[in-house]
């Protein structure tokens, strides 16, 4: 039985480790490629780096200025690497098939946390969104929930309030907002561990987890 249990498991973890290497080879933005340009207009190094990698960029050409100039000597770089460079960090980039969003984002936000806590069989989650530089409230930034597929609006004041079901698992929250680079944070909700012996209580309390 011992024997079984331990081919299953190394077989598990081999499935895993293989999963986890087939999803970063299969990312285009982990394939390396090398350019070399001189004051060459953006969209044409777009276009040979789309003929290298074997992809399509997809974005506002009223915010990409494809004919500015651009000088790179990438070897051997990550295409993230080289857009990373060419574009000055200023955009994400969020892949969907064959295709890479280039979406402009300059701005970084921020969570401050006002409440993170088990309410019965929910979890209230309350806090407020601000901009990381000026410390401004930010209104109607998108707070998303990945596990339970919900999502609320910041207020006026950047405030939001939500409350998921508690299920015991990590609550992951993403913040969103034109302009600004994506944010997550993790939340640890409480967790009550019992044995047989029914007078064994363990509580997790909760926690945050950026």
Known sequence: ?????????????????????TARADSILSKNISVHVTEMRLGTVL??????????FSYNSNIVKTDSLVTINA?????????????????EYRETKNFIILRYAPLQL??????????????????????EQTGHNLPNASVYSHEQLQSVLTDKEGHFDMIVRNEGQPITLTISKEFYKDTT?????????RSTDTTLKKTQPAGLYP
Do not use: C, P
């Open 75 to 91: 070897d051997n770089w990550t295409i993230k690497e080289v857009l990373d460079h060419m574009l000055r960090y200023r955009f």
């Open 47 to 56: 276009k040979t780096i789309e003929q290298k990698g074997n992809f399509y």
């Open 110 to 131: 921020t969570i401050v946390t006002d409440k993170a806590a088990t309410d019965g069989d929910n979890y209230s989650i309350s806090g407020t969104v601000t901009d």
């Open 185 to 193: 944070v993790t939340f640890l909700a409480d967790v009550n561990v």
């Open 1 to 21: 039985m011992l024997y079984k249990l331990h081919r299953y498991l190394n077989y598990t973890i081999a499935l895993l480790l293989l999963s986890a290497l």
